[in-house]
T-cell receptor
Framework: QQPVQSPQAVILREGEDAVINCSSS?????VHWYRQKHGEAPIFLMI?????EQKGHDKISASFNEKKQQSSLYLTASQLSYSGTYFC????????????FGKGTKLSVIP | DAGVIQSPRHEVTEMGQEVTLRCKPI?????LFWYRQTMMRGLELLIY????????DSGMPEDRFSAKMPNASFSTLKIQPSEPRDSAVYFC?????????FGPGTRLTVT
């Protein structure tokens, strides 16, 4: 079952914040976040494992609530370089490398 | 490291022809994944290998698709015969510890 991402698209001005959500109808073990720029390969951002931990680097962080089967990606003080499509990929088993990706959230940061 | 290498980067072929896509994973990575990306269906996992052994090929759409990994540094995805609906970007990714590193992709167009 493909996870559902929301919103589908968002436009921000530089410096604004955004939240991208990812929810699944299945119990999750891990959530992975990737960013893809047009015409390029997806780039790994971070992984969150079962345990409800929150992670982050620079001004991008994420949380994982396995009880709600949801994850959120937080982008603060957005920069032009944050533009792209963000995907969440989910796995349901410990040790499982098999990911099911959402359809993506297109983020556009404008000056 | 050079990252995941895929060839060719672009392939245009006629319906009915055989197509072979190639992938060289990052050295030392023990997992290799083949994905297909389209606007309609997003990023779909086709098959993945662990230590050169296919683990799950349930995402392979039809018998026309086959994948091999003869050694740790090379994998192929073959489509025979190709059809227009196979047109997509095909990504190869490799992984060591859950993080998946994607290659630049092969854009396949079947006319």
């Amino acid at each position: 079952q493909q996870p559902v991402q929301s919103p589908q698209a968002v436009i921000l001005r530089e410096g604004e914040d955004a939240v991208i959500n990812c929810s699944s109808s299945k119990a999750l073990y891990s959530v992975h976040w990737y960013r893809q720029k047009h015409g390029e390969a997806p780039i790994f951002l971070m992984i969150l494992l079962k345990g409800g931990e929150q992670k982050g680097h620079d001004k991008i962080s994420a949380s994982f609530n396995e009880k709600k089967q949801q994850s959120s990606l937080y982008l603060t003080a957005s920069q032009l370089s944050y533009s792209g499509t963000y995907f969440c990929g989910t796995s349901s088993g410990a040790g499982s490398y098999q990911l099911t990706f959402g359809k993506g959230t297109k983020l556009s940061v404008i000056p | 490291d050079a990252g995941v290498i895929q060839s060719p980067r672009h392939e245009v072929t006629e319906m009915g022809q055989e197509v072979t896509l190639r992938c060289k994973p990052i050295s030392g990575h023990d997992y290799l994944f083949w994905y297909r990306q389209t606007m309609m269906r997003g990023l779909e996992l086709l098959i993945y290998f662990n230590n050169n052994v296919p683990i799950d090929d349930s995402g392979m759409p039809e018998d026309r698709f086959s994948a091999k990994m003869p050694n740790a540094s090379f994998s192929t995805l073959k489509i025979q015969p190709s059809e227009p609906r196979d047109s997509a970007v095909y990504f190869c990714a490799s992984s060591l510890n859950y993080e998946q590193y994607f290659g630049p992709g092969t854009r396949l167009t079947v006319t």
